[in-house]
Every structure is written in C-alpha cells, then in structure tokens.
C-alpha cells in the first residue's frame, strides 16, 4: 500500500499552511500588530507601519503592545534609542504576561548624559519574581544607527541577542526545580517614559525637561513566534513538530562560536550580573548561579 500522488500533494499543502501559520507575523508591522497603549497623540507610526517613534514630554511618556500574545519563537526589533541627554529616561522593550504571577523577559534602555554610556538592562520573571538583572555597556553609540535587538525564547532556553551577538542566555533548569517562563502567552511591549529616580547612576543624575522632547525610534518590528491561543498553546507551542523551528536543536543551546561571542561582550561590556551579587543574596546565591558556564 502506498500513499497516492494526491495524497502526497495534500500533505504538503497542510504543511506549508501550518508552517505559515505558526511562524506568524512574517510581514508584521506596527499598524496592523500593535497599539498604543499610553501617549498615542505626541508618538506616531510612518513608513507604511515599519517606523514607530516613541517621544517623552513633560506632559506624557508613550508606549505600544502587541496585539497578539506568543509562547516561544523570535522577537526582532530595531531602535535606535533617544540622543544627546537622555538621562533619566528610560526606552523598554520586553515581553511580559499579566497577572500577579506573571512572566516577562526584558530589555531596557537605560540614558545618560551627553557622551556617556548608555546601560543595557536584562532582567527576566518567572511566576511573579524577578531578580535576575544583568546590566551591559555596548561596543557602539546606540543612539547614532538602529541596532538589533532580539530575544530569542524556546522550552530550552532563552537568549538575549544585539546585532546577533548573544549577550546572556537563560537557560531552563526547571529539572532542578528552577522555574521557567513556558506556561503563559505573552505580549510584546515597548515604551519610553520618565525613570528619573533610579536610571542615570542610581537616580543622581536627572531628567532635563530642556531637552524634550525625547525621541526613541523603533522599527521593523518583527514576532516570528508561536501565537498563543489560550492554555492549549503550552503543548502545541513546545511540541517538537516540523512548524515549530525555535524547538528545532539547533536553538536548543548556543554554538561554540556563538558561546566565543558572548564571552566577548560578558568579559568587556557586562557592568552588573545578580550571579555575582553576594551581598545582596546574603551568600545564599540563586540555584541557576551555580549552574551557569560561563
Ligand atoms: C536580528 O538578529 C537576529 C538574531 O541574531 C537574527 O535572527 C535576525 O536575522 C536579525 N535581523 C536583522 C534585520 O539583521
Ligand atoms: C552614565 O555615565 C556614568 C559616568 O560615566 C556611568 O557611571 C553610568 O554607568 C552611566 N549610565 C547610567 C545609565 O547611569
Ligand atoms: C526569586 O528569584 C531569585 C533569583 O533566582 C531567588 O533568589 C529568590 O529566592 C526567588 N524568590 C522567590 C520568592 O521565589
């Protein structure tokens, strides 16, 4: 018994819906998969939906969401973060779920004054809690040209990417009892608003409403993700089927190469890491600590 020529044809047909379906938003732009969800009169979206612009004023900070909400996949985004003296203000850009419990994975974009460096803040929650920060300097002026900025999340792990260098990696030990982010959809948010309180070294240095005002640009914002339609999505999102490229090995841990990479940036750029905070975990380190390899 074989299976016929049409049968056959069928088959690949359903495939190629399914990959299309589950990689979503391969043309995804801000008009149709965002909305404003704060500060949408002074901030504005051009370039046939590519281009975003979140501005800050005295009056308003602003920020989007994306329609949609994702359990795994890849979420691109370039920006180009607000020059001269941007300190205090703070660009985010992050995933989170809602709740008390909720999970995020963040980036965020910490300003400075004029010719001093930029922190690039990580942080991740699972179930509520946080605690997790590592913060970086970058090998570039973040304010002069858009840079990549991609998180990259699957059951195995998840990676922070900048210009497709891996800059931290959280990797799942839910084996060891540690929890993992897996169990709920999130939304893609990002936003520019007044952090002046703590930003700029600790909150010393604040905001100069004279230089407002503040202007971040985002652009091709890009959800190759799995999206999340309920509790059935755990399963369907985290299965190993053809669709599903981000549970595929190869983005199960980094390469060699890759591993070189993010040795660069963490032995020269990486200005704070939870792991290695021992006052402030009082000598009883988080579990993951003890596990990371690098
Ligand atoms: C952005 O970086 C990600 C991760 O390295 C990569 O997959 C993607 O192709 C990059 N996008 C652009 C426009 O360079
Ligand atoms: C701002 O510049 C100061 C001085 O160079 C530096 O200590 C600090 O880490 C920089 N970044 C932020 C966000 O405070
Ligand atoms: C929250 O996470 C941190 C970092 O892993 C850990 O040290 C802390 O014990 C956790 N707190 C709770 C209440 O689970």
Not at 203 to 216: C, N, Q, R, T
């Amino acid at each position: 018994m074989g299976i016929g020529m049409g049968n056959l044809k069928a088959m690949f047909l359903a495939l190629i819906a399914l990959i299309a379906l589950n990689q979503g938003l391969v043309n995804a732009n801000f008009y149709k998969n965002t909305v404003f969800n704060w500060g949408s009169k002074q901030s504005s979206i051009s370039g046939n939906g590519e281009d975003l612009q979140l501005v800050l004023d005295p009056v308003t900070g602003s920020g989007i969401a994306s329609k949609r909400q994702f359990l795994f996949g890849s979420i691109e985004m370039l920006i180009k973060l607000v020059p001269g003296n941007s300190a205090g203000t703070v660009t985010a850009y992050y995933m989170s779920s809602t709740g008390s419990k909720h999970d995020e994975i963040d980036f965020e974009f910490l300003g400075n004054i004029s010719g001093q460096p930029y922190i690039i803040h990580t942080n991740v929650y699972t179930s509520g809690n946080g605690s997790r920060e590592q913060q970086f300097y970058v090998w570039f002026d973040p304010t002069a040209d858009f840079h990549n900025y991609t998180i990259h999340w699957n059951p195995s792990q998840i990676v922070w990417f900048i210009d497709g260098l891996p800059i931290r990696v959280f990797t799942n030990y839910e084996s060891m009892g540690i929890l993992y982010p897996n169990q709920q959809g999130m939304r893609v948010y990002s936003s520019l608003w007044n952090a002046d309180s703590w930003a700029t070294r600790g909150g010393l240095v604040k905001i100069d409403w004279g230089s407002a005002p503040f202007i971040a640009r985002l652009g091709r914002f890009r959800p190759r993700a799995c999206k999340w339609s309920g509790p059935s999505s755990i399963t369907q999102c985290a299965s190993n089927s053809i669709a599903n490229w981000w549970t595929s090995p190869i983005y199960s841990k980094l390469s060699y190469s890759q591993m070189g990479q993010m040795k660069w940036v963490r032995d020269n750029y990486m200005i704070y890491d939870y792991c290695t905070d021992f006052k402030r975990f009082n000598w009883n380190m988080p579990p993951e600590c003890s596990k990371q390899t690098f």
